[in-house]
């Protein structure tokens, strides 16, 4: 049976708080710990390098874990698996973002973007779009399917699995360096 692998990116430097989700941010000084643990994780799960599919969000945190893990030869980067784009509030605080939208998002951020970013249903969409595709691929060739990427993708994912629907997607946690296995 094909397989998608999704794997959330390890703890980044950024203080609680922030939004980051387009920008490449640097990654915690535990980043070879928490990488080794992914590594391992997969070896466990059988998953080798060899012959595997691997797309990866564009951003360093996304990449630097996928070549930890022995992946670096074949990832394939697609825009699709990047975080929600949190647009003018990328890298404020949120306690100091002065923008009026900021309260019209958080009483329905599902819909509502952020000032020149994406809402959650935005995210959805994109990243629905990249599931169907590699479902497609998959269950045309076999194989599995890693991803390395982001919390907001796994989300996406949980709903587009109908775990969750779009306003459940927030309940769904996601720790630093989870894997996620969808079978297709």
Known sequence: MARLILIRHTSVAIPRGVCYGQSDV???????EEALCVRQELESLGLTPEGMRVYSSPMSRCIRLAEFCGYGDHIQRDNRLMELNFGQWELQAFDAIEDPRLEEWYRDYIYTAPTGGESF???????????EEKRTEALSTGGNILAFTHSGVLRSAAVWQGRYSLEQAFDYACSYG???VIPL
């Open 26 to 32: 640097p990654l915690a000084d535990s980043f070879a």
């Open 178 to 180: 989870q894997i996620e």
């Open 121 to 131: 249903a935005e995210q959805y969409e994109r990243v629905a779009s990249f599931l």
